[in-house]
């Protein structure tokens, strides 16, 4: 029979791996989110056409918006979700001040019937690179 190491033996390697430091080959951190958005069924047409506007500009403009990838449901048109990734909070907080944001925001806030935004942790941190 195997011996099992003790879990005091083991247990100092645990904790250095646990707060070692992270290297510089480590993806930096970044915010990464989903809107869950339901539009009004009469105005989903301009809303496309705002979103569309506003993705393109924030993708073109903005090196720290990783991606918004926007997609709607088949069965529910109106329902969409946008994977949003930007590098770093910061760049997210300059992303909801640009005036192609603001332009979007403004332009379809009697639009959106529902908002719903989920902080998500990605499996795979980085792997999405600009």
Same mark, same amino acid.
């Given at each position: ?40 069924? +009469?105005? &989903? ?7 569309? %506007? ?6 073109? !403009?903005? *090196? ?13 048109? +109106?329902? &969409? ?7 770093? %909070? ?6 909801? !001040?640009? *005036? ?31």
């Amino acid at each position: 029979m195997k011996r099992i190491p003790s879990l005091f033996a083991i247990l100092p390697l645990c904790l250095a791996a646990c707060t070692a430091k992270p290297t510089k080959d480590a993806p930096p951190p970044q915010k990464v989110r989903l809107a869950k958005i339901i539009v009004d069924s +009469t105005q &989903l047409d301009a809303y496309k056409s705002f979103l569309q %506007e506003e993705i393109e500009a924030s993708i073109n !403009k903005e *090196p720290g918006v990783i991606t918004l990838y926007a997609v709607f449901e088949k069965e529910q048109p +109106t329902h &969409l979700t946008i994977l949003e990734i930007y590098a770093t %909070e910061a760049d997210y907080q300059a992303h909801v !001040k640009t *005036p192609h944001f603001l332009k979007y925001k403004n332009g379809t806030q009697n639009m959106v019937q529902h908002l719903e935004l989920v902080e998500v942790d990605p499996l795979v941190p980085g792997l999405i690179k600009k």
